[in-house]
């Protein structure tokens, strides 16, 4: 075998079939730095499902044995994948879904692009609308979603997915927060140029946003409770704004914490850990350009990548940082 064809064999990923799902076998560049350290002994980036158009907003839900809860956005379908069933379709149309969040006793947050609205979809399958506009205006295209512990929820709104034919009613790309306890929706971030994925830290006391304009960089916030000293309808602002990191390959889009405070963004080529500080401690290598990520599995480590046409997940010794 001649020197270029064991290159080759180096550089691509081996595919084997084992029960059911496609298991690819990790090659040496398939980590750098520190990602390594963080992956359970033994573990391999594994494909979980194909054949979708474009992946996004994996939220594990922890009922019904568990499964992922996903968006397969072009096919207008919420798709949802289980270790015995495999994928399936959860709902369909989807009114273009994008991100997704889980909550306590199994139900999720979902943006759905064609009604420019934050849905819920209840344990039993019952979906309602959340939030779908300000000061009488709609939304340009919810596109992810987290939920603070104090029930809060807190979204994007770039004009990716504005349906066709139909206008802004508001100028900018905002990021919002919505308080159930008062029906009510605050701007709390106006100076995006395409705010996308977010999430909070450990301790909610910051929030995280990716800019996948022009940027390609992840700001955070110190997350400020408003005065108790007169009457507020959204109890938090963000302070303190500033670059956190900035995306080497492609630009961010989803992202979640861990416990320790690590922020696990996508990006062009895979996932880029940071350390609390900002730091790139490093890689996990993806032959598809994830567009989200979410932490789950039976022991809550297993993180979950939505890339392109396929479902992705790679066993880690970390676990979600989101409060429930």
Not at 106 to 125: M, N
Request: aromatic letters at 8%.
């Amino acid at each position: 075998m001649g020197e270029p064809t064991i290159m080759l064999h180096r550089t691509l990923l081996a595919v084997l079939i084992l029960g059911g799902s496609l298991v690819l076998a990790d090659p040496p560049e398939s980590f750098t730095g520190e990602a390594k350290s963080l992956i359970a002994p033994g573990a391999a980036l594994q494909k979980l499902a194909v054949g979708m158009k474009f992946t996004e907003g994996p939220a594990w839900l922890d009922r019904d044995g568990g499964f992922v809860i996903l968006s397969d956005q072009p096919n207008n379908a919420l798709m949802r994948w289980d270790a015995k069933n495999g994928l399936q379709v959860f709902r369909k149309p989807s009114n273009v879904s994008n991100g997704n969040f889980a909550l306590p006793g199994g139900a999720f947050l979902t943006c759905e692009q064609r009604i420019r609205a934050v849905t819920k979809t209840s344990a039993d399958g019952k979906t309602t609308t959340v939030v779908d506009r300000f000061d009488g205006k709609k939304f340009h295209s919810p596109n992810d979603v987290v939920q603070k512990s104090d029930g809060t929820i807190w979204f994007t709104d770039p004009p990716y997915g504005l349906p066709k034919g139909e206008k802004k009613e508001y100028e900018g790309k905002w990021v919002f927060c919505y308080n159930p306890a008062t029906d009510s929706v605050q701007a709390v971030a106006t100076d995006f140029d395409m705010p996308n994925g977010l999430c909070f830290s450990p301790d909610e006391s910051k929030l995280y946003i990716a800019d996948s304009g022009k940027p390609h960089h992840v700001r955070v916030f110190d997350v400020h409770r408003m005065q108790e000293d007169r009457p507020v309808k959204v109890p938090w602002e963000l302070i303190n704004g500033r670059v956190f990191c900035v995306i080497d390959k492609g630009v961010p889009d989803g992202m979640r914490c861990d416990t320790d405070g690590r922020l696990w963004s996508t990006a062009g080529d895979g996932i880029h850990i940071f350390s609390p500080d900002g730091k790139l401690v490093g890689k996990i290598l993806v032959s598809e350009s994830p567009a989200n990520c979410t932490f789950g599995g039976p022991n809550g480590t297993t993180l979950f990548i939505a890339a392109r046409a396929s479902l992705y997940s790679i066993e880690t010794v970390c676990k979600s940082g989101e409060k429930k």
